[in-house]
């Protein structure tokens, strides 16, 4: 398992804010075809301080065309960006994209001019946080966001689908 971490900063006893171990994103990007119709599937799962329950927050957006790596960046940022949004301050990232996650280590450097463009907008959006953990795990811990990026696609098919018969 590959993992990048911001240094220092990851203390699970910290009661400011979410603790680390409180919030994992998932994150997935999907493309019919290499480019073709892509989608993005996200879940936030995070707990805050002195709340007793886990919130579960999902997205499942359609992207337009795109290659299945911008996809996963785009799942990545959009990600991220709901992470600020919803004020969370420690996160663990579980991404089954290899390249992406090669990436932001620094093991492989960025060549793709696209892909450059939105991984210096993950960094930027990385510094925001006061802690965060980037992993590759496999396909199967990552099912869900899975099917939420394919299932976005799956919706555009079947508007389109729609459109045309009506």
Same mark, same amino acid.
């Given at each position: 398992m590959?993992? +990048?971490y911001k240094q220092g900063l990851?203390?699970?006893?910290?009661?400011?804010?979410?603790?680390?171990?409180? @919030?994992? +994103?998932?994150?997935?990007?999907?493309?019919?075809?290499?480019?073709?119709h892509a989608g993005i599937g996200v879940v936030i799962r995070y707990k805050k301080a002195h709340q007793p329950h886990f919130t579960v927050h999902k997205i499942s957006e359609y992207i337009g065309t795109?290659?299945?790596?911008?996809?996963?960046?785009?799942?990545?940022?959009?990600?991220?960006?709901?992470?600020?949004?919803?004020?969370?301050?420690?996160? !663990?990232?579980?991404?089954?994209?290899?390249?992406?996650v090669k990436q932001m280590t620094g093991i492989y450097k960025v060549k793709n001019s696209n892909l450059k463009d939105l991984w210096l907008q993950a960094q930027n959006i990385l510094g925001k946080f006061?802690?965060?953990?980037? @992993?590759?795990?496999?396909?199967?811990?990552?099912?869900? !966001?899975?099917?939420?990026?394919?299932?976005?696609?799956?919706?555009f098919?079947?508007?389109?689908?729609?459109?045309k018969k009506g």
């Open positions: 590959q993992e +990048i990851l203390k699970l006893d910290d009661n400011s804010g979410t603790s680390e171990s409180e @919030t994992e +994103i998932y994150c997935d990007g999907a493309s019919s075809g290499n480019p073709g795109a290659t299945n790596n911008i996809a996963e960046y785009q799942a990545f940022l959009r990600g991220l960006k709901e992470a600020c949004a919803l004020g969370l301050k420690k996160i !663990a990232v579980f991404l089954d994209s290899e390249l992406l006061d802690a965060f953990r980037i @992993t590759h795990v496999g396909r199967e811990f990552n099912k869900e !966001a899975d099917l939420l990026a394919k299932q976005s696609i799956k919706k098919h079947n508007t389109i689908k729609n459109h």
